[in-house]
């Protein structure tokens, strides 16, 4: 009998993984809004009801390990694309990467499940409070630990809930904390010690709580700042396979060039690296015709995406500001353009971890060892906008561009993201990476613009929502209107300061008052 209940309850937690990562795809965001929460939802109801009845921290640890592993193996997966199809890795070796990846990450779930077990005693509201506490620790060490890898977590199927007006606060893991509470209180008040209709109408009843607190937490911490920027988002739809090959960049280097130089609105951005050379291997004359379409007091400005460096120095991923006063065209030189070099360098795209340099030799990605820019960069001003902008992957750490509102008098007031995810093909990235950019707009309650190379191309509100959009995998320039605005939310303002340490803190508190005498 044990036997087969511990299949059964590995198959259970298979599925429940599955749904998990299913949640955080465009084809459930697609059904109606808060789809993904709901799913997200069933899949954490699964895995509590599992957990449980069972009392060995060894189980739930292996179960809590399973379910992660499932979990992010689905919503991250597309990684096998890049390191197979662009990187070179043979198809069988891409794949076990991306599975030890994901392993290893799940290790942290492992762990939560293990400290919850050890050390719950069987009141629901107690353990639903170290539940919530050990999920806040699991995902702050995947957020935080060796550079961090975040992509995935729960918080952000959670955009369309009532539970997004908490963002503001406590940040995407705060908000994935207070969801595994409330969720895990709704199952485990019906397996309480205490007993009695009274105790599972409790439960249910704090679980409507905390969602309503979510509902009603929602305030502005921000206003409207000067008038609305006219604004042009660039996305060139080139293949990945032909952005590096020299045959083929005339016809790239021409588009962009030409929708630069003809875009009339107060701000044109183009996308990550859409031009892939550096300045001495672009075409003579490229660079200084586009310094010159962008005269200082012209009204025009524009924000591009280009490599920069040299052997020497070091190679960065940058953004150049066009428009602006300078004394120098030259975009590395004292003096020169607007600059933004990308701090938070995404592994073994941008550099190389310790001891896995035989790993990179074995690809075939160009411009693999970047330096790192600083963390706090000035940011961009357009008119009376301050554009804060970040390149592809480092809109994932909320933490980080929340270093840019320590003083208010200078904090951003429209945040600006450019991407490349050719790399990961059509795949679910795309539309993950518009979730992650939603909720930075509901943490920091500011309006992002999204330039990209193959979508999403979008302009988001100070609320999350989605006013203009391109449609993915097409060439084409999306002119809108977006109205900056300033203010530091409480979540800005805490993690501008210590970073994620207080969510750390959180938890640990949240673990240390729901803990009880284990009963084994």
């Known amino acids: 009998m044990a036997t087969r209940w511990r299949s059964l309850a590995g198959l259970a937690v298979l599925l429940a993984g599955g749904l998990h990562a299913w949640a955080l795809s465009p084809a459930a965001a697609a059904l109606f809004p808060g789809a993904p929460a709901i799913f997200q939802t069933l899949a954490l ?37 890049s390191l197979h199809r662009y990187g070179g890795l043979p198809a069988w070796l891409a794949a076990l990467a991306v599975v030890l990846l994901c392993a290893a990450l799940s290790l942290y779930f492992a762990l939560a499940g293990w400290l919850w077990a050890r050390w719950r005693d069987g009141r629901w509201w107690r353990d639903a409070l170290a539940w919530g506490g050990a999920w806040l620790l699991a995902e702050w060490a995947r957020a935080i630990l060796f550079t961090g890898f975040p992509w995935g977590a729960s918080g952000y199927a959670l955009i369309d809930t009532p539970l997004a ?26 397996r309480s010690a205490d007993g009695g209709l009274v105790s ?122 066009l428009g602006g006063p300078i004394r120098h065209a030259d975009p590395e030189a004292e003096g020169g353009p607007y600059r933004y070099d990308k701090h938070h360098l995404v592994p073994f795209g941008e550099f190389i971890p310790w001891g896995f340099r035989w790993f990179v030799r074995m690809m075939n990605m160009p411009l693999g060892d970047f330096a790192r820019g600083p963390l706090v960069a000035p940011s961009y001003r357009v008119k009376q906008q301050r554009v804060a902008p970040t390149v592809c992957y480092e809109d994932l750490f909320g933490e980080e561009i929340a270093a840019r509102f320590r003083d208010p008098a200078g904090a951003p007031t429209i945040l600006a993201n450019v991407s490349n995810l050719a790399w990961f093909g059509e795949s679910v990235a795309l539309h993950q990476h518009l979730q992650i950019a939603r909720m930075r707009s509901l943490e920091f309650q500011l309006p992002t613009v999204r330039a990209t190379n193959t979508g999403a191309t979008v302009v988001i509100d100070h609320a999350g929502r989605v006013t203009d959009r391109l449609p993915g995998n097409t060439r084409g320039a999306l002119v809108a209107e977006v109205q900056g605005r300033q203010g530091v939310t409480p979540f800005a303002w805490w993690a501008g300061r210590a970073g994620l340490w207080p969510a750390f803190a959180l938890a640990v508190l949240l673990i240390a008052v729901g803990r009880g005498r284990a009963r084994h």
């Open 200 to 321: 599972r109408l409790a439960g249910l009843a704090a679980t409507f709580v905390l969602v309503a607190i979510g509902a009603l937490a929602g305030r502005p911490f921000t206003e409207p700042q000067g008038a609305a920027l006219s604004v042009t988002l660039l996305q060139g739809n080139v293949p990945q396979d032909e952005k590096f090959i020299a045959e083929r960049q005339g016809a790239m280097l021409r588009w962009h060039a030409e929708q630069l130089l003809s875009a009339r609105t107060d701000l044109v951005i183009a996308p990550e690296t859409a031009i892939p050379l550096l300045p001495f291997q672009q075409p003579p004359g490229y660079w200084d015709a586009l310094v010159g379409g962008f005269p200082a007091g012209s009204g025009r400005h524009a924000l591009v995406g280009v490599p920069l460096g040299d052997f020497e120095r070091g190679y960065t991923n940058s953004i150049v500001g």
């Open 165 to 190: 007006g908490l963002a503001p606060w406590l940040g995407v893991y705060g908000v994935g904390a207070v969801w595994a509470m409330a969720v895990v209180a709704s199952v485990w008040s019906w």
């Open 45 to 81: 109801l699964v895995l509590a009801g599992v957990l449980s009845p069972l009392r060995t921290p060894r189980a739930v640890g292996a179960l809590s390990w399973l379910y992660g592993t499932v979990w992010l193996i689905g919503a991250t997966g597309w990684m096998f694309v």
